[in-house]
């Protein structure tokens, strides 16, 4: 499940890119879209309450997956887009320190040296300094810090509501919200029959990854399942080159590496744990 997330995501964001000249709230809305007119008759025809159960949960983990989604799609539209997704992917590490807060999951020091790894590699990424372009980086790690949240939030709601209940959540807050914004802006760009498609394609690869995810923070703990979002800076590299011909450099490569390597690392040791326990 994870793996099929990693492959819809990295398609996802490379749609956002090229339709990088739309407002993002326009692009948001199509994201969400697809979910707004898929998941309720399948959740009618199964007979699943709309509603769900946890409903505050439910409500709260939308509303920062639409913050999340917003710095997101900003730092992919105006940073290279291996970055942009590299520093996304920071994320796990929030995730071990959240989820040992809010779930009670075992965090040892060795797991906070894994961490330090992933920092520095985020720190080549970055180039720390004072200019202006380091502003999208920081938004970027902002937004790897609250989908931390977001993501510890599903594994805690598989015990109360269905993955199609979340999903559909999902989609109907930050779709509705996304929408209530571009009408207040007035700046919504009418697409030619191609953007159309592409939007409309943003939405529906969307659902597929959304679902995943979903899935697959239900299916086991969040500490391992993390792991195979570092496919995505993969998927995303090669995408980017081939679609827009944008090479890393060199800081950022071993800064990617580092953090793929410091995952890795916390996965086998998780999975150590795991058979100890």
Same mark, same amino acid.
């Given at each position: ?79 290279? $887009?291996?970055?942009? +997704? @590299? &520093? #996304? /992917?920071?994320?796990? !590490?929030? =995730?071990?320190? %959240?989820?040992?807060?809010? $779930?009670?999951?075992? +965090? @040892? &020091? #060795? /797991?906070?040296?894994? !961490?330090? =790894?992933?920092? %520095? ?17 920081? =938004? ?138």
């Amino acid at each position: 499940m994870m793996i099929i997330a990693t492959i819809c995501f990295s398609i996802m964001v490379l749609l956002v890119k090229y339709l990088r000249h739309y407002p993002l709230t326009e692009i948001i809305f199509f994201r969400s879209l697809a979910i707004m007119l898929i998941i309720p008759p399948i959740l009618k025809k199964n007979k699943i309450p709309f509603l769900g159960n946890n409903r505050f949960l439910l409500i709260v983990r939308c509303l920062i997956s639409g913050i999340i989604m917003a710095c997101y799609f900003y730092t992919v539209t105006v940073m290279n $887009l291996t970055d942009a +997704i @590299t &520093l #996304k /992917q920071l994320s796990p !590490f929030f =995730i071990i320190i %959240l989820a040992s807060i809010w $779930l009670g999951e075992k +965090i @040892t &020091l #060795k /797991q906070y040296v894994i !961490f330090i =790894i992933a920092f %520095l590699g985020a720190l080549l990424i970055i180039k720390p300094g004072f200019r202006l372009d380091i502003f999208p980086a920081i =938004i970027g790690i902002i937004s790897a810090i609250l989908t931390a949240g977001s993501h510890v939030a599903v594994r805690n709601l598989r015990l109360t509501d269905h993955p199609l209940v979340i999903v559909n959540y999902f989609g109907y807050i930050i779709g509705l919200i996304s929408l209530g914004i571009l009408l207040l802006q007035g700046n919504f760009v009418f697409p030619d029959a191609f953007n159309l498609f592409i939007l409309f394609l943003l939405g529906f690869v969307g659902l597929g990854g959304q679902f995943a995810l979903t899935k697959a923070y239900q299916l086991a703990p969040a500490k391992l399942v993390s792991l195979y979002l570092y496919l995505q800076i993969i998927f995303g590299a090669f995408l980017a080159i081939l679609f827009f011909k944008e090479i890393p450099d060199i800081l950022s490569i071993f800064g990617a590496l580092l953090i793929i390597a410091s995952g890795y690392l916390n996965f086998k040791y998780s999975k150590k744990e795991r058979k100890n326990v």
